[in-house]
């Protein structure tokens, strides 16, 4: 199991500092929440703030992209420093060269659900993308609360990829904590994003092992 601290919950007036404190406490990834107001009702930060802390961070930048026709931005994106770009499947018009692109950038592709989006949207795209990000609430804000119709997605979209034999990460964003950790990963999630149950619950290593404990559990 990877955990993807969101950045979302942190202190955005401590952003260098936080970085480095994920680093230290052993996280490997991060992610960051790109808000456009327009495909979601909230705002938060774009490419420059993502290319300022990229020269200060080492992590892996997971850049989930709540944007409206986010093919216009993929190349900022790229040169600022993500690692990995998601698009919503609702926000482009045509996903896969919008995902093809991405890989063309140089960067790993993901594409995200949100929880009313059918599976079946994947099935011509899934040998484009590194990874799918199921939404287990409706985008635009943290500490929601998570919806269990995600256990069944997570477990058809894993079913899915088995069938193909492919090996693309299954990543889950919205209402994550220790206690729902466990089902998750059991259900065949590999990549578990956290922003309110990580930031809120210091210090960092020690809730980063409660996740880890969990999803061994
Ligand atoms: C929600 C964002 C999430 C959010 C998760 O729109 O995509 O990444 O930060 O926050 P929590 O973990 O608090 O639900
Ligand atoms: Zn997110």
Known sequence: MIL????????????????????????????WDVMDGRFVPNITYGQPVISHLRKKSGLFFDVHLMVHEPERYLADF???????????AEATNHLQRTLAEIRRLGCKAGVALNPHTPLSVLDYVLEDVDMVLIMSVNPGFGGQKFLPATYRKIRDLRAMLDARGLSAHIQV???????NTAALVESGADVLVSGSAFFGFPPYDQRLRAFEDAAAA
């Open 78 to 88: 790229a040169k600022a420093g993500a690692d990995m770009l998601v698009v919503h």
């Open 4 to 31: 993807s601290p969101s950045l979302l919950s942190s202190d955005f007036g401590r952003l260098t500092e936080e970085l480095a404190a994920l680093e230290a406490a052993g996280v490997k990834w991060v992610h």
């Open 173 to 179: 964003d919205g209402g994550v904590d220790p206690s």
